[in-house]
């Protein structure tokens, strides 16, 4: 921390053995193995490399080494060796830095720096080359058909990506470095005369005022600091990894933040409902989207509500109107009801958390020692009753059929929820609980926008594109929640210039 | 951008909407019998007497009566309480509306039992369908009358 917090910033020196004692200090050439040093005699003057082995591509290295040893071939006025080192460095990306600090950040980011004995000022060169993979389809948002690439982890190739489907010359990079010793690349991306330029300047100094030595979960990390999470178990973010979905938010006017290191591109504002949609209603005829979306309100409804509803009749099946008399189990078993629904769905839980680090190759195991143990023999043993699997295993494909897994932990949590108020207090609970569901969500803001918009607040036009996928052409306006400058879409408008 | 006209309809068609959203929660939950009444028993029951008006056409037909009705008080906030800002002031006035309906409007609806002989199951199920309507109604207006407000304000400043 001291390093980076002395504000009398020291600046480089012309003579090269000084410098050479500095960045010797402050890189730990001696101590740290990837960090490369060379020096090559130009003109009988000392010319030093610094760079960082793991991150240049050595390609790159090796020709503008050769290219600087050249300059000995062809090459007189000893005079002017920085010039004729600075005119050889074959490279598009070229700068000029003063600051040691600079320097070495540049260094820790990959670039390639050339100290020429002499000359005060450091040339630096763009030759990172970053370890990474290349663009792959997201897993948690596959498409049957369209494109299938993906953001990866370089925000570079990520910023690519995104330029490709907007050629707009409006699209905005914003670009900052967060974190005292991580000096992440934070970028902000938007259309500049589509989103609000309001939004734009709160996620910008909410994200300038972090101030914390690294962001090592990068895009969580962030917008823990963006969005004070602590009190909601609900998402106040959207991510997503796809380029194309990304890039339908940015024209909607949305403002999206990207992280260096991280494939999830963050889109701000969110609502609620923006966690139950799906870029694979948008690949498909408007209406099958339509029945798509509606099939699967109904498995985020069912996960949430179902089994807290059936417990509730399972409790007093006297409510139950005639034609529904069937529902219930015909023997309770030998553990009371509500102990069993919980614990069945603890039990899926479990699951759920042991797949995530399960490696592949056991995973199948693991699938068919939890099929016949909870589905077999727990029933047979009197653990459980046969309906209350029914229940819990419908929701739970109900909370897969949410397209957002942060919702879909956050709607988990809910049911639970509901499930002990309705063992506790019958109707009472369930009936305040919902209630409850709603208030909460109504009350939760995401960057000073209400949660659940177009809900409530109310806005006809925008739930009627949630209730029913809508085709491009029609929708001509943007949406209001995120304010746009000009709302036009389609047809003449300042767009069509 | 938009007049204030706009915020005054879009009030009031927040009323007829809320007014159907939750009369339907209303009846599913007379339905399920988490509720003794519904408002049916207000529209249809206190007054008319037959089979009929326990079917689910009487029922649905209930619904967008409901609806209609629903714009009044949304109208009443809208010129009263537009003002306010958030969902609190909803909860509050949907809190009253139960109040006026199950209390003071009470003896004009044979049907329904009065306020101190509801069930406790009665009472927040139908106390929560209010709640709702009231947040759905008030914070609607009040987030369309601000919005508006603030877009002005923006749009000075450009």
Known sequence: MRLFMSNDELKIKSSITENRKIFEDKLGLDVSFDIGYRTII????????????????????????????EINDFEENENKVPEIVKNRLANHQFEEIQSVDDAATEIMSGLLVVLVDGKDKAFVVDVRNYP??????????RVVRGSRDGFTENIIENAGLTRRRVRDENLRLEIMQVGRRSKMDVSIMYIDDIAD????????????????????????????FILN???TPFPLVRYTERPDVASAHLFEGHVLVMVDTSPSVMI???????????AEEFRQVPFIGTFVRWVRFLGILASLFLLPLWLLFVLEPDRLPENLAYIGPSDEGNVPIVVQALLADLGLEFLRIAAIHTPTAVSTALGLIAAVLIGEIAIEVGLFTPEIILYVAIAAVGSYATPSYELSVANKIARMALVILTASFGVLGLVLGMTLYALILTRTYSLNTPYLWPLIPFNAKAMYNILFRVSVPIQERRPSIVHPQDDKRTGSGPDSE | MEKESSVFKKGLFAGLVGGILFATAGSMAYFLSFSDVSHASFVFRSFFDGEWTTGWIAESISIVITGIIGVIPALIYYLLFKKLRGMMPGLIYGIALWFIVFGLLNPLFSYVPDLFSLNMDTIATTMS?????????????????????????????N
């Open chain 1, 132 to 141: 990474g993979r290349g663009p792959e389809e997201p897993d948690t948002e």
């Open chain 1, 229 to 231: 999470q602590a009190k």
């Open chain 1, 197 to 224: 330029p309001g939004l734009i300047e709160t996620v910008r100094s909410e994200i300038e005022k972090i101030d914390v030595d690294g962001l090592s979960m990068s895009d969580k990390t962030l917008e823990e």
């Open chain 1, 42 to 69: 130009v003109l009988g003057k000392e010319v030093d490399f610094y760079y960082v082995n793991g991150l240049v591509d050595t390609e790159f290295v090796t020709e503008i080494l050769k290219k600087v040893i």
């Open chain 1, 268 to 278: 701000t504002p969110t609502t609620y409902f923006h966690h139950v949609q799906h």
């Open chain 2, 129 to 157: 369908q209010f709640i709702l309507y009231g947040v759905f109604i008030g914070y609607t207006i009040s987030y369309e009358h601000h919005d508006q407000r603030f877009m002005r304000k923006v749009s000075q400043n």
